[in-house]
């Protein structure tokens, strides 16, 4: 168990809906990223938040968007949803401190099935 | 982030050491040497970590060529639940962390 939480498990929903992820990260984490895989791509970055700001953007979709609340939770909404973003959504966390170097835990992710 | 290759595929049989290379030639001096593996469809797990000496933890070790053009993931005694797709990942690391960039990986399957 890393730490991180995701909820839901699964969600399935149709094409042209809009649907919330959710992560917690770890206590004391203050970086939160998250990460799409789907059979085609692969594991790919979409977003980083950083202490509620935003840090990196990777291949994320302007369908798509991210925020990190004072609390430190993460929410990515996916909107007008297509067939193609069927994947696992994985959110990840990150120590905060001193050291230059920081590992990456991640969630047990959220897979997204649109029909 | 500099790139990074794999075999596509290992097998191993349960018990011995898993030797899993990347190369990793066109590194840059202040990047890191990661490796991460991802079980069926879990999250990825974090292994080890490195910039140019040899690591050891409770998990695995990493040896890393003195020119650092390379590098070798040792599970010292594999068991079938280190079946799973590893990640080597080379990347700078930043006060504030920064995104991991994932490739394909070796699939590691461990036999009876």
């Known amino acids: 168990d890393s730490g991180v939480t995701q909820t839901p498990k699964h969600l399935i929903t149709a094409t042209g809906q809009r649907v919330t992820l959710r992560c917690s990260p770890r206590?004391?984490?203050?970086?939160v990223y998250w990460y799409q895989q789907s059979l085609d791509q692969g594991l790919q970055f979409l977003i980083q938040y950083y202490n509620g700001e935003e840090r990196a953007k990777g291949n994320i979709l302007e369908r798509f968007s991210a925020q990190q609340f004072p609390d430190l939770h993460s929410e990515l909404n996916l909107s007008s949803l297509e067939l193609g973003d069927s994947a696992l959504y994985f959110c990840?966390?990150?120590?905060?401190?001193?050291?230059?170097?920081?590992?990456?835990?991640f969630g047990p992710g959220t897979r997204l099935t649109v029909t | 982030d500099a790139k990074t290759t794999q075999p596509p595929s290992m097998d191993c049989a349960e018990g011995r050491a898993a030797n899993l290379p990347c190369n990793h030639s066109?590194?840059?001096?202040?990047?890191?040497v990661y490796w991460y593996r991802q079980i069926h469809s879990q999250g990825p797990q974090y292994i080890i970590h490195?910039?140019?000496n040899n690591e050891t933890n409770e998990m695995a070790s990493l040896i890393i060529t003195e020119d650092r053009k390379s590098s070798t993931l040792i599970l010292p005694h594999a068991t079938l639940r280190d079946t799973a797709v590893y990640y080597c990942?080379?990347?700078?690391?930043?006060?504030?962390?920064?995104?991991?960039?994932f490739g394909t990986g070796t699939r590691l399957q461990v036999t009876l």
């Open positions: 206590s004391g984490d203050l970086s």
């Open positions: 066109t590194i840059s001096g202040n990047e890191y």
């Open positions: 990840a966390s990150s120590p905060r401190g001193d050291r230059l170097t920081y590992e990456q835990y």
């Open positions: 490195g910039l140019k």
């Open positions: 990942i080379v990347r700078v690391a930043s006060g504030t962390a920064s995104k991991l960039t």
